[in-house]
């Protein structure tokens, strides 16, 4: 007897149902406990950028406060408003953290916690570091990947304390090229050149020709430089470091920003006997004081897009306001050369020729410019900061530069999210 099987295939698409089931609701937990790690991921790095940023800028404050002290260009690790501004840093981190419900303490091996470090070598900032650990509930994708929702994120923030441009230094070369050519602070002649209250500082070449004298007195910076050193025939006191710092200032310790729609006038004639009014007063081409011509002014600042040539026979007296007169003159800087767009470096030029009449108060900035410094007659002052792409001093005089860092042109704090 023949018996018949009729094997069907009823019910395998069952089977290709609840396997795809399966996988679907892999995909669904997966995009449902993957969207809430990332999105707690992103909570949580907000809240630690805000709580570092927040420590940033209490510490910023606190040197703003403090700056008749900082002025003092005497930063260092240890001083004691660093070690404030830490403390005041960590402490306003950790509250900003904890108002968006993470509590951090001061320690960082758990990440978990904030921890604000002094560091720097040209000069000093802040680092406040804030780290936060945070883990996202999860009814799926945990019992496949434990780890994969705990998060641990960091936020860096800098902080600059300001005070006087360059650190203190009163003559500043910005030009980082060898000692080939006429680069870096260099000093010709046979006369003498002191500084006073500040130091010298190139980016580059550091070099002595002819037979000058160069004296650093009163001051805690001295000579500084970050490329190469040519004594050459002069005498210095106290003699440079013999290797380079390893290091450039950092374009943030020099830099000025200036607005020219403050300007009160473009171009304005200056004749012979000219009292300047106080204001800022700027130029579309070059700014020349003749010989015998008598200008005098204060509370006044020069912005020049083109050459600036003081005459040797003219009689000049000049000082920037201390500060904010309300004219738009930038308090402590007298003359502002730009680097204009499109231009290298160094594309114009500021000649001061000196002489026992010449008084000038302020900062001279010239970040792409070739200074040139020539004494003829002895008692030449420059009550001031110097700051150019190359920085020349020659003559046959007494040339002495003066400078207070706590009368100057001050750098205001500033922060920035580093990491």
Same mark, same amino acid.
């Given at each position: 007897?023949?018996?018949?099987? =009729?094997?069907?295939?009823? %019910?395998?698409?069952?089977?290709?149902?609840? &396997?795809?089931?399966?996988?679907?609701?892999?995909?669904?937990?997966?995009?449902?406990?993957?969207?809430?790690?990332?999105?707690?991921?992103?909570?949580?790095?907000?809240?630690?950028?805000? #709580?570092?940023?927040?420590?940033?800028?209490?510490?910023? &404050?606190?040197?703003?406060?403090?700056?008749? !002290?900082?002025?003092?260009?005497?930063?260092?690790?240890?001083?004691?408003?660093?070690?404030? $501004?830490?403390?005041? #840093?960590?402490?306003?981190?950790?509250?900003?953290?904890?108002?968006?419900?993470?509590?951090?303490?001061?320690?960082?091996?758990?990440?978990?916690?904030?921890?604000?470090?002094?560091?720097?070598?040209?000069?000093?900032?802040?680092?406040?570091?804030?780290?936060?650990?945070?883990?996202?509930?999860?009814?799926? *994708?945990?019992?496949?990947?434990?780890?994969?929702?705990?998060?641990?994120?960091? @936020?860096?923030?800098?902080?600059?304390?300001?005070?006087?441009?360059?650190? %203190?230094? @009163?003559?500043?070369?910005?030009?980082?090229?060898?000692?080939?050519?006429?680069?870096?602070?260099?000093?010709?002649?046979?006369?003498? *050149?002191? !500084?006073?209250?500040?130091?010298?500082?190139?980016?580059?070449? *550091?070099?002595?020709?002819?037979?000058?004298?160069?004296?650093?007195?009163?001051?805690?910076?001295?000579?500084?430089?970050?490329?190469?050193?040519?004594?050459?025939?002069?005498?210095?006191?106290?003699?440079?470091?013999?290797?380079?710092?390893?290091?450039?200032?950092?374009?943030?310790?020099?830099?000025?920003?200036?607005?020219?729609?403050?300007?009160?006038?473009?171009?304005? $004639?200056?004749?012979?006997?000219?009292? !300047?009014?106080?204001? &800022?007063?700027?130029?579309?081409?070059? &700014?020349?004081?003749?010989?015998?011509?008598?200008?005098?002014?204060?509370?006044?600042?020069?912005?020049?897009?083109?050459?600036?040539?003081?005459?040797?026979?003219?009689?000049?007296?000049?000082? $920037?306001? *201390?500060?904010? =007169?309300?004219?738009?003159?930038?308090?402590?800087?007298?003359?502002?050369?730009?680097?204009?767009?499109?231009?290298?470096?160094?594309?114009?030029?500021?000649?001061?020729?000196?002489?026992?009449?010449?008084?000038?108060?302020?900062?001279?900035?010239?970040?792409?410019?070739?200074?040139?410094?020539?004494?003829?007659?002895?008692?030449?002052?420059?009550?001031?900061?110097?700051?150019?792409?190359?920085?020349? !001093?020659?003559?046959? @005089?007494?040339?002495?530069?003066?400078?207070?860092?706590?009368?100057?042109?001050?750098?205001?704090?500033?922060?920035?999210?580093?990491?």
């Amino acid at each position: 007897m023949n018996v018949n099987q =009729n094997k069907s295939e009823k %019910g395998q698409a069952i089977i290709y149902l609840v &396997l795809g089931l399966v996988v679907f609701l892999g995909f669904v937990a997966l995009a449902i406990d993957g969207g809430m790690a990332l999105a707690d991921r992103r909570h949580a790095q907000n809240a630690a950028d805000a #709580a570092s940023l927040a420590g940033g800028a209490a510490a910023g &404050l606190y040197f703003e406060n403090n700056r008749l !002290v900082s002025c003092g260009f005497t930063w260092d690790c240890g001083n004691y408003l660093v070690g404030n $501004a830490s403390g005041i #840093a960590e402490s306003k981190a950790k509250d900003r953290a904890k108002a968006n419900d993470f509590t951090i303490d001061y320690d960082l091996t758990d990440h978990n916690g904030v921890d604000a470090v002094c560091k720097g070598t040209a000069g000093i900032y802040l680092e406040v570091t804030t780290e936060i650990s945070s883990t996202t509930p999860s009814n799926f *994708l945990q019992l496949i990947f434990p780890n994969a929702l705990h998060n641990e994120v960091e @936020a860096v923030t800098h902080v600059y304390p300001g005070g006087p441009l360059a650190f %203190g230094n @009163a003559v500043v070369a910005i030009n980082s090229d060898g000692c080939a050519g006429e680069n870096g602070a260099i000093f010709k002649g046979t006369g003498n *050149l002191g !500084v006073v209250g500040g130091g010298v500082w190139s980016n580059g070449c *550091l070099e002595g020709a002819g037979q000058p004298t160069i004296t650093i007195s009163d001051s805690v910076v001295l000579f500084g430089y970050a490329g190469e050193f040519v004594p050459g025939n002069a005498n210095w006191t106290p003699q440079p470091p013999s290797s380079p710092s390893g290091y450039e200032l950092p374009v943030n310790s020099y830099q000025i920003d200036i607005d020219t729609d403050d300007c009160d006038d473009w171009d304005i $004639a200056i004749p012979n006997n000219f009292t !300047v009014p106080q204001g &800022l007063h700027c130029f579309h081409g070059d &700014l020349d004081i003749n010989n015998n011509q008598v200008v005098d002014g204060t509370g006044v600042t020069f912005y020049v897009e083109g050459d600036v040539k003081f005459n040797g026979g003219a009689t000049i007296d000049l000082s $920037a306001p *201390l500060t904010d =007169n309300g004219t738009g003159a930038i308090p402590g800087v007298l003359l502002y050369i730009p680097h204009l767009e499109g231009h290298t470096c160094y594309d114009q030029t500021l000649d001061l020729e000196g002489n026992n009449e010449t008084h000038i108060s302020g900062v001279i900035y010239a970040p792409c410019s070739m200074v040139t410094l020539t004494g003829t007659e002895d008692s030449y002052m420059v009550n001031s900061q110097i700051i150019g792409w190359n920085v020349k !001093v020659s003559g046959t @005089a007494n040339t002495t530069v003066e400078y207070d860092g706590c009368s100057s042109y001050l750098v205001p704090p500033s922060i920035e999210l580093y990491k």
